[in-house]
Structure formats: structure tokens, C-alpha cells
């Protein structure tokens, strides 16, 4: 069984750019979830993606936005980026009706 | 507004010894409490979980404690060994509009654990 796989690992960007992070879904699971852990905070969940549509969304604004393919992977792209965005995003695997999420590894994103 | 309050910041604790760790929350829509433990570098990972019909669970040395009334859970972790020393975050978790679970975590407690 693969678990979830998150590409790149690190990312370094400069303000006002546009970043594209992705995630490879656990064999079996049809559900991403994005979240954005802050240095020494925890995770803050973005949104929800099942069958290709967004499914759920937290506080976060439309420069953040995503994919899911057939193939269950995912990606995760912000626009404008700004400094705060600095973060280590994380994908969460899981399948449909509130089971368990399991989390890929994250990708580091330093703005400057 | 922080959903999940989660305390303490810090523990530490002697190998062998107890380690307890707190949550509240205030949205009575919550339905799923997992604890996650995660070491630097690496993503979070699923510890225990409970959801409000029962109680208390136990996985081995890990014992979620629910108290539905008072919207808390704890984790305890028995036994404390130095490998246990990692971050670890309660969460909270609710059902989205489609269906599926959306996860609101505390700030995390920093957990080391002396030989």
C-alpha cells in the first residue's frame, strides 16, 4: 500500500508569484484535503476535493485554489503570493463519509 | 477564533511516566476527535481517534479520555518512552457540506520525554 506522496519538498518563491503543489493520494482513497501549518501552529484546513469538486472550504482567499484528477491526485495553487503564505502545506488522503485522513509529508514553501 | 484549545504548550516528562494532554472545543457539531503526532519534517500522523458515543478508547499506551458534557477530551500516553518525544495535536473534525470531514486542530503540545 503507497501512502501519500506531496511534491516538491521544498519551494522557495518570491512575492506575487504563483506556486503549484501536488499530492498523491493513498491507493484506495478518493478525498484530498489541503491544509496550511503555520511555523509552530497547527495545521489550518484549506479545502475538500472528492470526484474532481471542491468539497468543503476553510477561511482562506480565492488565490488559493485547486484540482483533483480522475486518478485521485490533487493539486494545490496560490496565486499572488504573499509572505504569510510562507508554510508547510500538507495533503490528507482519505476515503468519502468522515473516515480517517492520513497526511503526505508536506511541501515547505518559504516566500521572499 | 480558535475552535480547539489545546494545552499544554509544553510537557516533560520522565521515561516511564505518564503524559497527559488536553483539549476543549466549543462547536457542538464536532463528531470525530483523533489525536495526531508528528515529528519535525514529517507530516502529521493519525495516533487514536474517538467520536462522542463513547467514552474512552484505548490503542496500546494511547487512551483518548471523552467528556461529552464538558467538551473535552484527553490524550494519555502511559509509559512514556523516548521515541514518544514528538509534537502532538488534537483535532476536531465535522462534516463538510458534501459529506466528508473537515479537521480543526489545536496549536499543538511539544512533548519530550527524558530517559
Known amino acids: 500500500e503507497t501512502g501519500v506522496t506531496q511534491s516538491p519538498t521544498h519551494l522557495i518563491k518570491t512575492r506575487g508569484q504563483q506556486v503549484t503543489l501536488r499530492c498523491s493520494s493513498q491507493s484506495g482513497h478518493n478525498t484530498v484535503s489541503w491544509y496550511q501549518q503555520a511555523l509552530g501552529q497547527g495545521p489550518q484546513f484549506i479545502f475538500q476535493?472528492?470526484?474532481?469538486?471542491?468539497?468543503g472550504r476553510g477561511n482562506f482567499p480565492p488565490r488559493f485554489s485547486g484540482l483533483q484528477f480522475p486518478n485521485y491526485s490533487s493539486e494545490l495553487n496560490v496565486n499572488a503570493l504573499e509572505l504569510d503564505d510562507s508554510a508547510l502545506y500538507l495533503c490528507?488522503?482519505?476515503?468519502?463519509?468522515?473516515?480517517?485522513?492520513?497526511f503526505g509529508p508536506g511541501t515547505r514553501l518559504t516566500v521572499l | 477564533q480558535q475552535q480547539v484549545k489545546q494545552s499544554p504548550q509544553s510537557l516533560i516528562v520522565q521515561k516511564g511516566g505518564i503524559s497527559i494532554i488536553n483539549c476543549a472545543y466549543e462547536n457542538t457539531a464536532f463528531d470525530y476527535f483523533p489525536w495526531y503526532q508528528q515529528f519535525p519534517g514529517k507530516g502529521p500522523a493519525l495516533l487514536i481517534a474517538i467520536r462522542p458515543d463513547v467514552s474512552e478508547k484505548k490503542e496500546g499506551r494511547f487512551t483518548i479520555s471523552f467528556n461529552k458534557s464538558a467538551k473535552q477530551f484527553s490524550l494519555h500516553i502511559m509509559d512514556s518512552q523516548p521515541g514518544d518525544s514528538a509534537t502532538y495535536f488534537c483535532a476536531a473534525g465535522s462534516i463538510t457540506q458534501g459529506g466528508s470531514e473537515k479537521l480543526v486542530f489545536g496549536k499543538g503540545t511539544k512533548l519530550t520525554v527524558n530517559p
Open positions: 490528507a488522503s482519505s476515503l468519502y463519509w468522515g473516515n480517517e485522513q492520513f
Open positions: 476535493y472528492y470526484r474532481e469538486e471542491e468539497n
